[in-house]
């Protein structure tokens, strides 16, 4: 049982990226799916989610230029950030939505100005 995230990078601002998160083990299309991030010094926040029948939220600060959307049959989370800003630079983890939480390793957005 585990999640793999991949897909950081560096990038200039303005640009875009695209963070996957493959699951393996589990019953993936049953689970919602987060996207956090971390800040150094920083707790983990919320950016985004999306539910088993795939209704998204966002972080107020991600609205409306990053994405999260889901294959079921890849087994797939994905987070399509555009109009990246250098305050978006951090460590990105996927997660599985459950009582039991499942977290992928992290993967470093460095968002250059």
């Known amino acids: 049982v585990q999640l793999q995230a991949s897909g950081g990078g560096l990038v200039q601002a303005g640009g875009s990226l695209r963070l996957s998160c493959k699951a393996s083990?589990?019953?993936?299309?049953?689970?919602?799916m987060l996207w956090y991030r971390q800040f150094p010094g920083k707790e983990r926040e919320l950016v985004a989610g999306?539910?088993?029948?795939?209704?998204?939220n966002y972080a107020d600060s991600v609205k409306g230029r990053f994405t999260i959307s889901r294959d079921n049959g890849k087994n797939t989370v994905s987070l399509q950030m555009n109009s990246l800003k250098p305050e978006d630079t951090a460590v990105y983890y996927c997660?599985?939505?459950?009582?039991?939480?499942?977290w992928g390793q992290g993967t470093l957005v460095t968002v250059s100005s």
């Open positions: 999306i539910s088993s029948g795939g209704t998204t």
């Open positions: 083990g589990f019953r993936f299309s049953s689970y919602g």
């Open positions: 997660k599985r939505d459950s009582t039991v939480g499942l």
